[in-house]
């Protein structure tokens, strides 16, 4: 093996967490290119790559390679999960040479790492090393000769190691190469579920990221201002440490969809939870609010709540009338019809509030109740809470629908369809045309202006764009969407907010990306003695203002 190149910190502490032993005590690199590459072997070794006896395979495979033999990796116990489409990735560049360095497409290496901790536990290689493994079975598998104009012998891979790095969760969680961390993959590397089994593994820890979500806007947490970052979500996590024997009830019990079959798990873990400590009397539930944290929560209820999801996912007669009133959310006609999720938590809180009195669970007891409003649509309305620290929906618009007729559902179902479409073909502009939807309904009547991440440019989009244009006496473009845009600077954003408000019109900033916004009022300064309103001057034209828009349209999600 060559040996490291370069130290570049001092010597670490000789921890060894989970039981392993140190083997990298101090931060050094390694140049693995040249006449000295990266070689499948080597990959192997780092990897901890071992077959599983067959009597293991279930509980112990982490996947199946290319010759049909399920492998673990000893050293990569703690990372993501394992993703079989980006580990094939990975090995269609090696074998096309699509990378940079002297074996690949004749250059230097790009300067990207693979990385390594004190214990040797894999943090940044796991598809990148199998994806090498598989080119090479590939090479000689029975397409091997598709393969034989890039490559006359075993392939090998140009890149740069980094071993020793602390493997705690506050500086792993800062890494993110390849694919995304999602949140589900944030906390399949935390230690909650490391006695499990790969694949029952991955449902908790998706399970517990939507219980955490769930819980992050049923506490309120949601309204202080704080953006749900990874290291958000685990500190929240920490916080509610009850939160994994919900998820690992719910999970437990959803044995062949019984419970996910009416309320999604993650949803059901996080009632499961507000349920158990429904008991918690006024001055803990602001306790709690004071520094949320739930050893402040009365868990008196807790044994019934478990008792509660038991019933109904065992199809138990006690909560036939339940899974009637579930059922009577839908379409009789179309099962692919379903309640609206806030439709489907009322009636498990009616549910729930029965059930913990004693009381009788009837069609009267579960019934919803609708107000049309003045526009003719029916509105949820007496929408309970789980009680103690659940909020409800106290603080976001009501989401519900008049009864469709036979030709709105055909439209509905087109829209989906047709929506379904737009995502596979632009990702992107779907998760942004949805985040965006989601916001008007969220914030109505607002004028809703987005910030850039560096803070000095704003647009509006759609509606809001047509807003701003209107008050600037300007033109909109075009956005990546589709949807009507208007970019402002800073000093145009402070005038355009001023005119807005002075029509009496609500203004609010939205920062963040499509899955963690956040959005804040913005508050009329006061005036102190009235003053004219200065009209908004046209925005400049030409061809040097064109082209500075141009340019700003290329930037807007910077």
């Given amino acids: 093996m060559p040996s490291p190149s370069r130290k570049v910190s001092k010597k670490a502490p000789a921890a060894k967490p989970d039981g392993r032993p140190v083997k990298h005590p101090e931060v050094v690199t390694e140049n693995m290119f040249g ?12 990897l901890g790559w071992e077959e599983v006896p067959d009597d293991e395979r279930k509980a112990q ?26 580990a094939l990735t990975w090995a269609q560049e090696v074998l096309r040479k699509r990378w940079s360095g002297p074996n690949g497409n004749g250059k230097t290496v790009n300067g990207e790492t693979i990385i390594f901790g004190r214990t040797g536990e894999v943090i940044s290689f796991q598809h990148r090393g199998v994806g090498l493994v598989f080119a090479e079975q590939m090479r000689t598998g029975p397409d091997a000769a598709r393969w034989a104009e890039f490559w006359d012998g075993p392939v ?26 999602s949140e589900s993959d944030v906390i399949y590397r935390m230690p909650y579920f490391l006695d499990r089994g790969t694949t029952e593994r991955r449902v908790l820890s998706a399970t517990l990221a939507g219980a955490a979500k769930f819980l992050w806007d049923r506490t309120g947490a949601k309204f202080e201002g704080t953006v749900r970052t990874h290291a958000e979500l685990q500190d929240f996590i920490e916080r509610h440490k009850r939160l994994l024997k919900a998820v690992v009830h719910v999970v437990d019990e959803n044995d062949k969809n019984a419970i996910g079959q009416w309320v999604n798990p993650g949803t059901a873990a996080g009632l499961l939870y507000l349920m158990g400590c429904s008991d918690t009397v006024e001055d803990k539930v602001r306790l709690y609010r004071e520094g949320p944290h ?11 709540a478990c008792e509660f999801w038991v019933l109904l996912g065992a199809n138990a007669k006690e909560f036939h009338e339940v899974r009637q009133a579930l059922n009577g959310l839908g379409d009789p006609d179309d099962t692919s019809i379903r309640g609206s999720l806030k439709e489907v938590i009322t009636v498990v809180t009616k549910a729930w509030g029965e059930f913990h009195s004693d009381g009788r669970l009837t069609p009267a007891t579960l ?75 969220a914030h109505p009547g607002k004028v809703l202006v987005f910030r850039n991440a560096q803070g000095n440019q704003y647009y509006g989009l759609g509606k809001d764009a047509t807003a701003l244009a209107s008050t600037m006496q300007g033109k909109v473009s075009k956005h990546s969407t589709g949807l009507n845009v208007f970019l402002l600077n800073q000093t145009e954003f402070n005038t355009c907010v001023k005119a807005l408000h002075e029509q009496k019109r609500k203004v609010a900033v939205v920062t963040g990306t499509n899955e963690a916004q956040t959005v804040t009022d913005v508050t ?16 400049p034209g030409g061809p040097k203002a064109s082209a500075l828009k141009a340019e700003q349209l290329k930037n807007l999600e910077n």
């Avoid at 891979?157 to 792993?172: H, K, L, Y």
């Avoid at 479409?421 to 989601?438: F, M």
């Avoid at 006061?526 to 004219?532: E, G, M, Q, R």
């Fill in 35 to 46: 006449d000295a590459p990266l070689t499948v072997e080597r990959a192997k070794e780092l």
């Fill in 61 to 86: 495979a982490a996947f199946v390679d290319l010759t049909g033999k399920p492998v673990r990796l000893r050293n990569n116990t703690r990372n993501r999960p394992f993703y079989m489409s980006l």
């Fill in 156 to 181: 090998v891979m140009d890149t740069i190691a980094v071993f020793g790095v602390d493997e705690s969760d506050d500086v792993v969680n800062t890494v993110d190469t390849g694919k995304s961390r």
């Fill in 294 to 304: 739930e050893k402040a929560l009365d868990w008196s209820a807790w044994e019934k």
């Fill in 367 to 441: 019934k919803l109740e609708y107000q049309q409003d003045a526009n003719g649509v029916n509105r949820l309305v007496n929408v309970p809470t789980v009680g103690g620290i659940d909020v409800g929906y106290a603080r976001k618009k009501v989401e519900t629908e008049e009864e469709p007729t036979e030709e709105e559902v055909e439209a509905a179902k087109a829209e989906i369809r047709a929506e379904v479409a737009k995502a596979k073909a632009d990702p992107d502009a779907a998760a942004t045309e949805a985040a965006l939807k989601r916001l008007w309904e």
């Fill in 524 to 539: 009329p300064p006061p005036v102190p003695t009235p003053k004219a309103t200065p009209k908004p001057q046209p925005r």
